[in-house]
């Protein structure tokens, strides 16, 4: 049914440890702010989470519970696109935990690079306060994405069997879920978008595809 492909098998030592640094973070999200996450679990079915926790986060975006998930966040996201060019053979030498470090970078900067040009366009246009409802709704999203990811990348790190079948799993939830994120998106900003659509296009082209861009070629 799948088409396999040639997996380079190696040491998972190390991908242990990842996974034990992504454990150790949700664990302490959990004890010190369990009913938070168990709404942005839910946040694909229900909008609770941004009607109780937006107006007290609004002026304060980096907290704990924000910090932690963004380091979940940035492993579970560099291991997916590690596993994707494993299982793909993109390159085939790049493997093994000093080239996770350098995605683990990569995407950092990725994540760095959009979070400072949506400020400085939200400051040229005098949208702050707008651009921090968009920014936190975003976030949240797709904390919500990598938490429903992490069980599916589990699986297709340890299993030895159905590794093709785990491959396709993971990655039609992410594209799926990425999919309803912005779905989601849209709807909750459908006013703004077209009362703004100049600032809308905007940010699309700086936040979206030109950081991508930039990616893409510092890595080809």
Not at 46 to 61: D, M, Q, R
Not at 107 to 123: D, H, K, N, P, W
Not at 176 to 198: E, G, W
Request: hydrophobic content about 55%.
């Amino acid at each position: 049914m799948f088409e396999a492909a040639e997996i380079n098998y190696e040491n998972n030592d190390w991908i242990t440890l990842v996974f034990l640094i992504i454990l150790l973070c949700l664990t302490i999200s959990k004890v010190f702010f369990n009913d938070r996450l168990l709404h942005l679990s839910t946040l694909f079915l229900s909008k609770k989470y941004f009607l109780t926790y937006y107006n007290k986060e609004k002026n304060n975006f980096f907290n704990l519970f924000q910090i932690l998930l963004f380091v979940v966040q940035l492993l579970v996201l560099a291991m997916f696109l590690y596993y994707s060019n494993s299982y793909l053979q993109i390159k085939n030498d790049f493997l093994g935990p000093k080239n996770f470090l350098l995605i683990v970078a990569a995407v950092s900067f990725y994540i760095g690079l959009r979070f400072f040009t949506g400020i400085f366009l939200a400051y040229i246009f005098d949208l702050k306060n707008r651009h921090k409802k968009l920014v936190f709704e975003k976030v949240n999203y797709f904390n919500s994405l990598i938490l429903w990811l992490i069980p599916f990348l589990v699986f297709y790190a340890y299993t030895t069997e159905f590794k093709a079948f785990f491959f396709v799993v993971t990655i039609s939830i992410f594209i799926l879920l990425l999919v309803i994120r912005y779905i989601l998106f849209l709807s909750n900003n459908k006013k703004a978008i077209f009362n703004d659509f100049f600032y809308f296009i905007l940010y699309i082209c700086a936040l979206e595809i030109a950081p991508l861009i930039i990616i893409i070629k510092l890595t080809i």
